[in-house]
């Protein structure tokens, strides 16, 4: 083991694995101390609905919270200034529409997952299995980036180099990942969840007042260090257009991947989730608030952090470490508190990555045991113990996947893999969501033409699009931003394909609805009394 060839200089490897074990060996006691009181399918799904508001508003946000919201963006806003921040706003504006449009609505109207909702007044079989597609394919390309995100940074903080030993890292990520969810389900997913938010708020908070100290708590002094250390480009930090706005095409660019981090967040399933683990809807919106605070008072944090690192590390000596704008936090880290502090964010960072990978697995877990076993295969007449054993076989299944997934990815440009997750979600998730809450005449036709067609439209675009082949080889690396090198297929202009593939998928669901004469009004009438009120929204079921 190398410490800084391959790691971050200054660092103790032997500390860093130290503060990692502590972390993983208290959540694992917790988990196994959950794991106690989960008997049912309710407690496996929902962990029996006996979460409070703020408790699973602090969940949510250590659901959102990824590596990528704390190490990415404070090294964009170190690199870009501006423009990294608007990462910031996207993530935190998308809330808005799940406090307004989704929250309470699907709280009161489904059970367990999001094909619950989408199937209640469709015919069930084949929407749920489109709705369980979704879900796995969302589910997936996060935690292939998530995995193989695991890989580069612990990598990085461990001082391993070499591809043996990072995914030897990868597994264990995986490994322990699947522990949580097998032993604790969804209540001990969402301990370690509420335990990592608390850690990485606390890290933040106690770094931001670090750096603010060192400009004796002056804003304008700190933006004017990062400017003096930017150099010749220092002075573009403050405004915007320094990573997006050179052409037409990247403030285009820019456009679509804002829409698609706005309307995404509404879709994705692990974060829908979470919604059934309150016992009332109005749990359900105080847990979006207190998410909503806590996310917005974090990425306030990270505005200090990113031009803090600016300011004290500098741009060029990030942009020259290993893992280049991800070693912005940890690199600041050290330099504040030195290899103590480093190993604590270090283990933040960690913590971080296993509370996401955990509830994006019991999520495709639970969407493939209740939509596709239980009311797929066996038709609605599953018993909840099998649905559960399901349940816990297809987590092995995707947590072994997701290993070999981030093995494969460790070292290519992951970036467009988080991108496709939320782009997805906004485009086969979000209008079938919006729709049946919302349009009387939506049907089963509308609901399959939108998922599938949102699927296939957001797939096809990515593929071709320059994400994945034809940017140009950058001079210093000799390497090309796209994720295949050295050949280019793209047609497609956008990194992101929000722009078009969400309009297309709403048309989608909207022609699907309109050329089809199947309606129930019925049923309809009951979701909307459901989902307005609560009556006869599902309960915890104990036993």
């Not at 935690?143 to 990868?170: D, H, P, R, W, Y």
């Not at 999520?363 to 816990?392: C, L, M």
């Amino acid at each position: 083991m190398k410490t800084l060839a391959a790691g971050v200089e200054g660092s103790s490897p032997l500390l860093n694995i130290s503060i990692f074990g502590v972390f993983v060996i208290i959540t694992l006691v917790i988990v196994f101390r959950a794991s106690r009181n989960s008997k049912t399918a309710s407690d496996y799904y929902a962990a029996g609905r006996a979460f409070t508001g703020p408790q699973n508003g602090i969940a949510i946000s250590g659901d959102y919270l990824s590596a990528a919201s704390f190490l990415g963006i404070a090294g964009a806003i170190a690199i870009y200034g501006y423009d990294g921040f608007l990462y910031s706003i996207g993530f935190l504006v998308a809330w808005l529409v799940a406090l307004l449009l989704v929250a309470e609505l699907l709280r009161n109207t489904g059970k367990f997952t999001m094909g619950d909702v989408l199937a209640f007044r469709v015919k069930q079989r084949p929407v749920r299995a489109a709705a369980a597609t979704s879900t796995l394919v969302v589910s997936f390309f996060y935690l292939l980036a998530q995995m193989a995100g695991a890989g580069g940074l612990v990598a990085l903080l461990l001082g391993i180099e070499g591809k043996t030993g990072q995914s030897l890292v990868i597994v264990i990520v995986g490994v322990i990942m699947i522990a949580y969810v097998l032993i604790g389900g969804m209540k001990g997913t969402t301990w370690v969840q509420i335990i990592k938010a608390a850690l990485l708020i606390i890290g933040a908070l106690v770094m931001t007042l670090w750096v603010l100290g060192k400009y004796g708590f002056n804003f304008s002094s700190l933006l004017q260090a990062a400017v003096d250390k930017g150099g010749k480009t220092g002075e573009a930090l403050l405004g915007p257009g320094k990573q997006y706005g050179a052409t037409g095409t990247s403030k285009l660019d820019f456009f679509s991947l804002g829409i698609a981090l706005v309307l995404g967040t509404a879709g994705l399933p692990h974060v829908l989730m979470r919604f059934y683990t309150v016992p009332t809807a109005r749990d359900a919106r105080r847990s979006v608030v207190w998410a909503i605070v806590l996310i917005g008072v974090f990425y306030l944090f990270t505005l200090v952090l990113g031009y803090g690192a600016g300011a004290i590390v500098g741009p060029d000596k990030i942009k020259a470490a290993p893992g280049a704008a991800n070693s912005a936090a940890p690199l600041l880290a050290l330099e504040l508190g030195g290899p103590v502090l480093l190993g604590l964010i270090a283990a933040v960072a960690f913590a971080t990555i296993l509370a996401v990978v955990a509830g994006l697995t019991i999520t495709a877990s639970a969407s493939f045991a209740h939509d596709v076993y239980a009311n797929v295969v066996k038709k609605g007449q599953a018993t909840p113990g099998s649905e559960v054993k399901v349940a816990r076989i297809t987590a092995l299944v995707i947590g072994a996947v997701a290993i070999l997934g981030g093995i494969l990815a460790n070292g290519q440009n992951v970036a467009f893999l988080v991108a496709l997750a939320f782009a997805v979600a906004a485009s086969a998730n979000l209008p079938t969501i919006l729709y049946s809450l919302f349009w009387k005449r939506f049907n089963t036709q509308g609901a399959l033409w939108s998922i599938y067609g949102g699927l296939a439209i957001t797939i096809v675009l990515i593929v071709f699009s320059p994400a994945v082949s034809g940017k140009p080889i950058d001079p210093k690396t000799h390497k090309s931003a796209s994720m295949i090198q050295g050949v280019d297929f793209h047609w497609f202009p956008l990194d992101n394909p929000g722009l078009v593939s969400i309009p297309i998928a709403f048309f989608l669901g909207w022609l699907g609805t309109v050329l089809s004469k199947e309606h129930n009004e019925k049923k309809y009438a009951e979701m909307e009394v459901r989902s307005l009120t609560g009556a006869g929204a599902e309960k915890a079921v104990s036993h």
